[in-house]
């Protein structure tokens, strides 16, 4: 059982560039999650779906999109790449059932120079 | 506007003492707990969870305390190991929303 599988691990990108970090989970979680995490600080609620066909902003949703497109995939794209969006990504998912919890995948380090 | 946080960004903690994790969220919608563990180079994982309905709540050496009053939450882990080394982070959530708000982490370091 895979869970949740983020791609890539690591990239660095120039700035103005655009990549999308790509995330899948075999769960059959209806819930999928991206946070970012920078240094020294918690994570960040970026987009989330609560199904296939909705997203929805979170915290930090700028100079970010999302798709959801099926169950199982919750592609993020960066479009015109920042030094700010340096980060580590997490992709997320959850049953969403009332004590459901996250599942995360292991990140992708993405570094913007 | 943080709405989950975590003070104390690191503790050390010798092996077999207990160590003592804090946080604390100013949204009093919030009724669902967690904590999460993290490893360097790896995904989060879940560690345990409290609903509003309790106060306590044990799995194992790690133990939530629920103060909503305060709102406050803590995680006692007894006795600490040197394998527990890791960042600790705390998320709230409100039922039925499904958005869960993380606090910065507690770096704990167990030492043997």
């Known amino acids: 059982n895979a869970g949740v599988t983020q791609t890539p691990k690591f990239r660095i990108l120039k700035i103005g560039q655009s990549m999308t970090l790509q995330c899948t989970q075999d769960?059959?979680?209806?819930?999928m999650y991206w946070y970012r995490q920078d240094p020294g600080m918690g994570l960040k609620l970026i987009y989330y779906s609560v199904g296939a066909g909705i997203t929805d902003k979170g915290e930090v949703p700028n100079g970010y999109n999302v798709s959801r497109s099926t169950t199982e995939d919750f592609p993020l794209r960066l479009e015109l790449a920042a030094p700010s969006q340096t980060s580590v990504y997490f992709c997320?998912?959850?049953?969403?059932?009332?004590?459901?919890?996250?599942?995360f995948g292991e990140g992708s380090r993405l570094t913007v120079l | 506007d943080q709405q989950v946080k975590q003070n104390s960004p690191s503790l050390s903690v010798q092996e077999g003492r207990i160590s003592i994790l804090n946080c604390d969220y100013t949204?009093?919608?919030?009724?669902?707990f967690l904590w999460y563990k993290k490893y360097p180079a790896e995904g989060p994982t879940f560690l345990i969870s409290?609903?509003?309905?309790?106060d306590k709540n044990e799995d194992g050496r790690f133990t939530v305390f629920l103060n909503k009053s305060a709102k406050h939450l803590s995680l006692h882990i007894v006795p600490s190991q040197p394998g527990d080394s890791a960042v600790y982070f705390c998320a709230a959530r409100r039922y039925n929303f499904n958005k869960f708000y993380f606090g910065s982490g507690t770096k704990l370091n167990v030492k043997p």
């Open positions: 769960m059959n979680h209806n819930y």
């Open positions: 949204n009093s919608m919030f009724d669902y």
């Open positions: 409290i609903s509003s309905i309790k």
């Open positions: 997320a998912s959850s049953p969403g059932t009332l004590d459901g919890e996250l599942f």
